[in-house]
């Protein structure tokens, strides 16, 4: 309380920025793990598929994990039939939609990164301007609120950093998760294109489907 108190208003501008940036990574951590795990399942269950090049089966397995990676893979599945760039096209298209979600609300981490950063150091510019006005007015007469000054200046700056550097740590962690995620899909549709290839799939019987 303390320094909340020195550090002013300032203060509480950064216990905001805090306040959000642990709820974006809460909440990033939560759905990227849920991602994770599907692409996992799928990517597993789909190598066991492919061997046996059953399509029908694939894709009952999409419909019952639910998520990114199903929804993409799931649309390669049901192009299966036709071109080799159908298939690709038709992936590429519902991956448009659903990877950047992958992505959603890093931006609010990043910028909180250099606002927690630039409020620290407004914090402190507001601080030494209160000690040189204090100074002028009163020359050292009055340490007290001399002194009052510099520790604003120490406790934003403190502040600022404090929550920069984690949030900084916390978005590249989200942002490497997230392409990590974004490769093994990529990997799993690759593989998808590569095995089900037109002449192999056409001659699949209708029970596949």
């Not at 301007?129 to 002194?147: C, D, F, M």
């Not at 000054?149 to 934003?156: E, F, H, K, S, Y």
Request: charged letters at 15%; proline letters at 2%.
């Amino acid at each position: 309380m303390d320094y909340l108190l020195q550090g002013g208003w300032v203060m509480l501008a950064i216990i905001l920025s805090s306040v959000i940036a642990v709820a974006v990574f809460v909440e990033r951590v939560l759905y990227l793990y849920s991602v994770s795990k599907n692409a996992h399942i799928i990517r597993k269950e789909m190598q066991e598929r492919f061997r046996g090049l059953k399509v029908g089966e694939a894709i009952s397995i999409c419909d019952s994990h639910p998520g990114t990676a199903s929804n993409i893979i799931k649309s390669g599945l049901i192009m299966a039939a036709r071109s080799r760039e159908e298939m690709e096209r038709a992936m590429d298209d519902v991956a448009k939609a659903e990877l950047p979600k992958l992505h959603k609300n890093l931006t609010i981490l990043a910028t909180i990164v250099n606002v927690s950063t630039l409020l620290g150091l407004l914090g402190t510019v507001l601080g030494m301007i209160t000690s040189t006005s204090v100074l002028a007015s009163q020359g050292l007469g009055n340490p007290q609120e001399l002194i009052g000054g510099i520790a604003q200046a120490l406790v934003t700056t403190a502040a600022g950093l404090i929550v920069s550097i984690p949030s900084l740590v916390a978005y590249n962690y989200l942002m490497s998760h997230a392409d990590g995620i974004i490769i093994m899909i990529e990997t799993t549709a690759t593989d998808l294109v590569k095995v089900l290839k037109p002449s192999t799939v056409s001659g699949l019987g209708s029970k596949n489907w």
